[in-house]
């Protein structure tokens, strides 16, 4: 079985993804199921046919949670230290055309969130950033063409 990256707050965020969608989310969709069959005919019943979509994107989604978590790796990145990225690593880059510094934590592909600075492992610029250390530059292909970046910090946090 292959091992899933994620840190701490990631793990605690799809635990609670998953109890808000079995305690809460799949009584309200048995519910309206219950409520649109009362209705009569589910040959024409919009929203009998649409609760049971939600119900299946639902549960088709508490089955990727579940499949996640117990496939994880938990990794507490404040125990974590070096000069070099690795996973759970923030690192500050400065891109080398424009200047602009970007900072970017390395996290598991479930918890990944580009506008909140979390990038997957997997991801382009992750993977060229991995085992770079301070001073060092990288090139990353990206549709636009390729950018390059220097790392100007590497914490753990």
Not at 42 to 69: D, F, P, T
Not at 81 to 105: P, R
């Amino acid at each position: 079985m292959d091992r899933v990256p994620m840190t701490v707050a990631g793990h605690a965020a799809l635990v609670e993804e998953l109890r808000r969608r079995t305690a809460e989310e799949r009584p309200a969709i048995i519910e309206a199921i219950a409520e649109a069959r009362a209705h009569g005919d589910l040959s024409e019943n919009a929203e009998y046919h649409a609760a049971k979509e939600q119900q299946s994107h639902n549960e088709g989604r508490v089955m990727e949670i579940e499949s996640m978590l117990a496939k994880a790796e938990i990794i507490d990145v404040s125990k974590l230290s070096g000069n070099t990225v690795k996973f759970g690593a923030t690192v500050t880059l400065i891109d080398e055309d424009t200047e602009e510094e970007k900072t970017y934590q390395i996290v598991g592909d479930a918890e990944a969130d580009a506008r909140a600075g979390r990038i997957s492992i997997s991801s382009p610029i992750a993977r060229a950033m991995i085992g770079k250390e301070v001073g060092d530059s990288i090139e990353v292909t990206a549709p636009g063409g390729a950018r390059g970046y220097e790392i100007t910090k590497i914490a753990f946090v």
